[in-house]
Structures are given as structure tokens and as C-alpha cells.
């Protein structure tokens, strides 16, 4: 079925939109009468960027498709830091992105070391990053969300919200369908795109339960702004945006750090922390009250003051790169975004929306292929991981698989900030009488001993 369009609709006395509206709501008429009578090709339960693209791609070859999801709306519910690199899946949706609702093309890079009295930043900008086909954009989940979901409709999809799926349903080993409302649901295939805390994968035996080290907590707060303010305090023009990552004394020295994104009018502030880590170090605060804390620095509280907070949201982040991975694909059932644990913390990049696109992606290649063949178990849709395999997602999990070991060593998050800003400190400080010479000051600084632990630690940094 062809990608929808405003050359290709035909003309109507109804108001523009309304025809859409209405046809949309026919086609929801139609499922409900249906609902209880037959089962469906392909139930996707969750309407994150995962679950839409799987009924994206579905629709737009003729496979009926219906998502399950529980927030009153697509996006409802969705919390993400807010940055969608682009180049990797540009290609996988063509036509989608001309009127997607982005908010500004990253232009301009920047990270800090935090200590606790002071801090080092560096910023990065290159033409690279101001080419016609920007490699990266910020993006409000809530808006983007609910733009696709109207896009999947349109193809013919079927998007059912305020619907809580509880359970899924077997038969003769396999799975069958889901159990949504106190109702059972029944597919060829399922595909589970409900996010980290899915318990799909679980049921259907293709994950185990998982362990506190494998997740963080995120907190982020959208903060509006007007759009001439975000340029002057960012240096950037409109429809430009900046991005900037912070670690050290913000997370108190615990595995983290935090974020700001700028939208077209608001500001994405957020702060990540190791569950793991703040139920050990109860000392260090609250996720809450470190997120206030980080918020009332002097190098943020400039940057959105006068800002007023219009969004508030907190959520599980997979952190445990490709060892935690879940397994992808069982009899009737595919697991796709983070319900896989499709994210990647690599430091300075922090990655997650593209590889949930793009695994939704191919989750529904491999149920068409699946549907062709007229078998829908393991062994058939098994296609999946190989053509994630051959794609940039399990590429890059591959490749950055010791990540989150070289990432939870405590001297990037407490020593080495201090140890920075301690020695910027000292060279630009202009005393009342004679200022020491360069090296002696480095030399007080780096001492044969924080020489040998910044060797041993760049032995880890080498894995990655």
C-alpha cells in the first residue's frame, strides 16, 4: 500500500484533516466489530518509536496490524532524553521525514566536567554538523509520537490506546496472542515494543528477570523558553540547536550525568543515574533531589531561567549495552526497542531512539518474510537478529560491548572532575605574589601515582 499523500487524496467537501478523521474512525469501527471474531496478522503492543515503526513498515505493505497501547494517546506516556541521530535509519522510512515534527537540527556539541566548586567545558561545532541533511535533531516524544501514529493510520494501521496488555496467550508452545483488558487478543505474531519494563519478554522466555545494574533512572523536565532566547544563550540560529552532557559531582560520583537538549521553544533538561548505584550510596540523595540540585548550578540555572517547567517525566533507561541484550525472536513473538534493551551509552553520545526505529523496522521485514512463508516460529523469524546483525544497530552493540564496564569505573564521576578543575583552577588563578611556573604546577597535579591510575584506567578507555 502506498505511503499517503496530499497530491494523492482526492477531493472532499470535508474540512482539510476531517477526511483522514473520518476514515480512521470507520476503520476503528470496524476493528471493534471484528475484535472478538478472528485473530489479526500482527498484534505490536506499544505505540512507542519501536512499536510504530513496526506498524509503519507493516501497514505499508498490506499486513493488518493493530497497537496496543496504554497511555491515553501515542506519546502520552513516552519519555526520552530527546535526540534522534538521523543518518542510520534516514532510509529505512522514505517519505517520513520531509514533515516530521523535529525541533532543531544539533549544530553545536558540548560536554562538562563538573567538580563541585567549579567546572571545565569544552564546545564543538563543525560544518559537518550544518550540512543540508543534519545528522541529528532534537526531538518532544510527546509531539513526534502521536504525528507518527496518525502516519502509521493513514496506511491502514490500527492504534488502540488506553489498552493495558497483562499477559500473552500460548498454544502448543507458542505464542498466540495477548491478554489486553481482560480480553484475549489472538495474531500470527506479536511483537512486544512496551518498553524496558516489559514483561513480555519475560513471559514468552526470552529474558530473564532484570538485575538493578543493568538499568538507570532518568529524570527530565521540559522547560519553555522563547525561541530568541534559546538562540542568544545557546549561539544558535532558529532551527538550530545545541547539545550538551554533563558528569561528575552532579550524580554526587555515582554512574550518570545529566543532559539539555534545546527544542524549538522549550529546553530538555534531564539527569540519569544508576538504580543500582543510588540504592547502594543512599548517602548521595535521591534521583529527585540530585535532579534540583544539578538544576540550581551556576553553569544551568542561567541557561533556563525564566523558563517554565511545561512537562516533567521519569524513566527506566537500559544501560546494560550487549550483554543484557534479550533474546530477539521466540515461536510468535519478536521483542524490539527497549523491551530489547536497545540503548547505548557511549559517554559522550547517548543513543537510543534510532535503534528503536530502526529494530522495529526489521522486526516487521522479518514478520513479512514470515508471512510469505506461511510459518511464524522461532526458527522462520530468526531473519530478525540476522538483519540486525548486517545492520548499524547489533554492529554498534558489538562494537561497544565493554562500554559499560570501562563506563562504571567511580574515578570518571568523582576523581578525575576534581582532579580537572582542580588543576584549571590553579593555572588560571593570578595570586598577590609570584605565580608558580607551568610545570610545577602540573607536576603537583599529575604525580607519579595519578600518572600510573590515569595509565591503568586508559587501558579500560582503549576497549572502547
Not at 560520583?253 to 544508576?274: D, I, K
Request: glycine share 12%.
Amino acid at each position: 500500500m502506498p505511503e499517503s499523500s496530499a497530491k494523492g487524496r482526492q477531493k472532499s467537501c470535508l474540512p482539510d484533516g476531517a477526511g483522514s478523521a473520518k476514515r480512521r474512525l470507520e476503520r476503528k469501527n470496524q476493528f471493534f466489530i471484528r475484535l472478538f471474531m478472528e485473530k489479526f496478522d500482527v498484534i505490536v503492543v506499544g505505540a512507542g518509536l519501536a512499536g510504530l515503526a513496526a506498524a509503519w513498515t507493516l501497514a505499508g505493505e498490506g499486513v493488518e496490524v493493530v497497537v496496543l497501547e496504554r497511555g491515553d494517546y501515542p506519546g502520552a506516556k513516552n519519555v526520552s532524553g530527546g535526540r534522534l541521530y538521523l543518518n542510520p535509519v534516514r532510509d529505512l522510512f522514505p517519505g517520513l521525514w520531509d514533515e516530521a515534527p523535529l525541533e532543531r537540527a544539533i549544530v553545536r556539541e558540548g560536554a562538562s566536567l563538573m567538580a563541585r566548586n567549579r567546572s571545565v567545558t569544552f564546545h564543538y561545532t563543525g560544518s559537518e554538523l550544518r550540512s543540508d541533511t543534519p545528522q541529528s535533531f532534537s526531538v518532544l516524544r510527546s509531539k513526534f509520537d502521536r504525528w507518527f501514529s496518525e502516519r502509521v493510520e493513514e496506511r491502514g494501521g490500527m492504534i488502540l490506546a488506553k489498552t493495558l496488555v497483562t499477559d500473552l496467550l500460548h498454544e502448543n508452545g507458542r505464542v498466540c496472542g495477548v491478554v489486553a483488558g481482560g480480553d484475549e487478543l489472538r495474531a500470527d505474531v506479536v511483537v512486544a515494543c512496551d518498553g524496558v519494563l516489559s514483561l513480555i519478554p519475560e513471559r514468552a522466555g526470552l529474558r530473564a528477570p532484570g538485575r538493578p545494574h543493568d538499568y538507570a533512572v532518568g529524570i527530565k523536565e521540559v522547560i519553555q523558553l522563547d525561541r530568541n532566547r534559546i538562540n542568544d544563550r545557546f549561539n544558535v540560529a532558529d532551527g538550530e540547536g545545541a547539545a550538551h552532557l554533563y558528569a561528575g559531582d552532579i550524580t554526587k560520583g555515582l554512574f550518570g550525568g545529566g543532559f539539555l537538549y534545546t527544542n524549538a521553544e522549550s529546553v530538555s533538561l534531564g539527569l540519569v543515574v544508576s538504580i543500582e548505584d543510588i540504592a547502594r550510596e543512599a548517602a548521595a540523595g535521591d534521583a529527585p533531589s540530585l535532579f534540583e540540585a544539578f538544576k540550581a548550578r551556576p553553569e544551568i540555572e542561567p541557561l533556563i531561567r525564566g523558563g517554565q517547567t511545561v512537562e516533567y517525566g521519569a524513566h527506566v533507561i537500559p544501560e546494560g549495552g550487549y550483554r543484557s541484550l534479550s533474546r530477539l525472536a521466540g515461536d510468535g513473538i519478536l521483542v524490539a526497542g527497549d523491551s530489547a534493551g536497545f540503548a547505548l551509552n557511549l559517554g559522550f553520545t547517548v543513543r537510543g531512539m534510532e535503534y528503536a526505529l530502526a529494530s522495529g523496522y526489521y522486526a516487521a521485514k522479518a514478520v513479512i518474510e514470515a508471512k510469505k512463508a506461511g510459518r511464524y516460529d522461532a526458527a522462520t523469524l530468526a531473519v530478525y537478529r540476522q538483519s540486525l546483525e548486517e545492520s548499524f544497530v547489533l554492529h554498534d552493540f558489538q562494537t561497544f560491548k565493554d562500554t559499560p564496564q570501562v563506563l562504571a569505573n567511580p574515578h570518571l564521576f568523582g576523581h578525575y572532575p576534581e582532579l580537572i578543575g582542580n588543576l584549571m583552577r590553579d593555572l588560571y588563578t593570578v595570586p598577590a605574589g609570584p605565580k608558580s611556573p607551568i610545570f610545577t604546577t602540573l607536576r603537583r597535579h599529575l604525580t607519579l601515582g595519578e600518572l600510573w591510575t590515569m595509565l591503568m584506567d586508559a587501558k579500560g578507555v582503549t576497549k572502547i
